[in-house]
């Protein structure tokens, strides 16, 4: 291991996985290089020790395919390169297929369904279909894949010829914010309020179906930004019953990420009522099965409890810090329990709390070193072998 230099590739979103796995390389040991975009870099060096990583930016005029052709450069002098999920044009596909970097490589997976051509569907965007080969070829061209939890890893495993691995990009803080003893139960729902991600009806069913008394023991606040014309419906039902008296809140653009991480670690419970399928390209996705959601780290990250559909598969590293509800009424019955700040709330609190120990920084430091080093080492065995 001694010496391993490793390089981490993102361009244009997932900073804050970007930023916890880049830590995690560090504490591991390893010289880290993280290959990025102008954008997601000017978030980072807020958040990194700038001094402790190499940086190779790609400039927002400058092509893919030149950029690419830098960091393939760039890895002659790795041990391995991690990509992040890979996103772009059908001409983008094209030049990560032909990208072929001397180093070893692991693919990290967030749809498999769209990597593995399962579970199809129609759509009159004809472009889409041309992605699927090209994700297959790029297949044959890594040594490993990753994806974020046992369940995804448990579906990929008879679809893949090539190792799937878990490993996810986070780790846990003991927070500094406190949470309050009494008032209202703190909810909230991250991520970007739209309808094709999460059930929203659910929590305002839920508020429903709570009595109009009850509605100074809840506190909401739907942590996202607007994204399309389903958030504004959203938005505008949510504007409702704040008018009723409800404590709802609401954003309207970009919510910088230390408010979100405040906001976060202040909650009593984290909501993420999502939707059961998600559309993605030609595929479709199934969340807890082949695609996985934020909020679960979200809720590592904080040590905060989190709430989901009970059809929803949670790993099992979340044990007490997942609580589940099948419908409106069961979340109502819910907010109501917790709200009496009991038991019920200290069970999961303390759950979230052993959920964040498992993913602290040095236990993560270990998964990651075990899985470079799983690989890499492959690689020298199967050199041994050509050499025979």
Known sequence: MKGRRIGLLETHAHENFLADLAQIAHAAGYEVTLFTGETVASRLRQRLDTVAYEWIIKDDDESLGRFLGRVSDRCQALDLLYLFPLYGSVPDFFRYARFSPSCKIVLSIYNANSWVGQNLRFTP???NYARLPLRQILLRNVDAVTVEYDPIQQYLNDLLP??????????????????????????????NVVASRRRYDLLFDALE???????????????????????????????????????????????DGDEFEQTISESDILLSPLCRRKAHGIATEVYGQTKSSGVLGDSIRTATPLAVPEWFTVPNQFGDGAVSFADSRELAALFDLLADRGDRLRIARRGAAETADYYALDAQAERFRSLVEEVCEDHLNQSVVDQR
């Open 125 to 127: 965007k004809l472009y």
């Open 209 to 255: 179906a709570l009595p109009t008394e009850r509605r100074d023991r809840l506190s909401v606040d739907l942590l996202g930004r607007p994204m399309d014309e389903s958030s504004d419906r959203i938005l505008r039902q949510a504007a409702r019953y704040r008018k009723r008296g409800w404590q709802l809140t609401t954003h309207e653009g970009w919510i």
């Open 162 to 191: 090539i190792p799937v691995n878990t490993m996810t990009p986070v780790f846990s803080r003991r927070t500094t914010h406190s949470r309050p003893a009494d008032g209202p139960l703190r909810v909230t729902v991250p991520g």
